[in-house]
């Protein structure tokens, strides 16, 4: 799925609707790709491919009897593509910040990351989710589901434990993103997103990638 064009909604059409856009964040190799397709499409991918860029899936929920699609955001955990950081964010409602319960480094720059998304979200009150991915591989898990909750109970932000591999709370917590968002906005400020064909321009490094 790296690096190809990801609306399986809306391919090469023109078309506009409320949507709630939320960003998938953490360091690479973490599995928000993994996630992203877990939640859109439930298959899960063992092979690696540093995601390129950008890819966004679009998937329609219910909210209280509201419909509503979640326009969902994926890109590389890379040092080099944070560059293009402040566009990804505009007009996002929400972050599901990924970390991997068996790499102690991913754990550790969660408060990095935390700062990025204050320092770029346009929107002050943007809701955030802390996510310890890959709870399935408790052999080589390296921190705690304790170390998690604690961590985000000190942001005051919801925290799972999650697997996309075992489709473990995956489901849950963009239940969670979307009821928070629909509680903090409803359909007040869902952006009304037009997204004009396939054709994607990203940046990546000094280039610009058309896919
Ligand atoms: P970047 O594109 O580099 O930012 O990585 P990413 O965060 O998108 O990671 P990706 O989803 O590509 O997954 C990285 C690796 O972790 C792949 O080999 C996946 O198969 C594996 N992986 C992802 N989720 C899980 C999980 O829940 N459990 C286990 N055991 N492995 C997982």
Redesign the pocket.
């Known amino acids: 799925m790296?690096n190809q064009p990801n609306d399986n909604e809306t391919n090469n059409q023109s078309v506009t609707f409320n949507s709630y856009k939320v960003l998938?964040l953490?360091?690479?190799?973490?599995?928000?790709?993994?996630?992203?397709?877990?939640f859109s499409e439930d298959i899960?991918?063992?092979?690696?491919?540093?995601?390129?860029g950008l890819n966004y899936r679009i998937k329609s929920m219910t909210i209280e009897n509201n419909p509503i699609k979640m326009q969902i955001w994926?890109?590389?955990?890379?040092e080099k593509f944070k560059a293009i950081a402040k566009n990804f964010y505009r007009g996002a409602h929400g972050v599901l910040l990924?970390y991997?319960i068996?790499d102690k480094s991913t754990f550790s720059d969660v408060k990095s990351w935390i700062e990025q998304i204050i320092e770029n979200a346009d929107n002050d009150e943007i809701i955030m989710i802390l996510c310890g991915?890959?709870?399935?591989?408790e052999k080589d898990r390296k921190i705690t589901k304790e170390e998690g909750e604690n961590l985000a109970k000190s942001y005051g932000i919801p925290f799972f434990e999650?697997?996309?591999?075992?489709n473990?709370n995956i489901n849950e917590i963009f239940d969670t993103m979307a009821h928070k968002i629909y509680t903090k906005i409803g359909n007040r400020q869902s952006s009304s997103v037009k997204l004009a064909s396939n054709t994607i321009k990203k940046k990546i490094g000094k280039c610009c990638v058309t896919k």
């Open positions: 790296k998938l953490g360091n690479s190799y973490v599995g928000k790709t993994c996630i992203l397709l877990r899960f991918k063992e092979s690696y491919d540093v995601t390129i994926d890109t590389s955990g890379e990924v991997d068996c991915n890959k709870c399935d591989n999650c697997s996309a591999k075992s473990i």
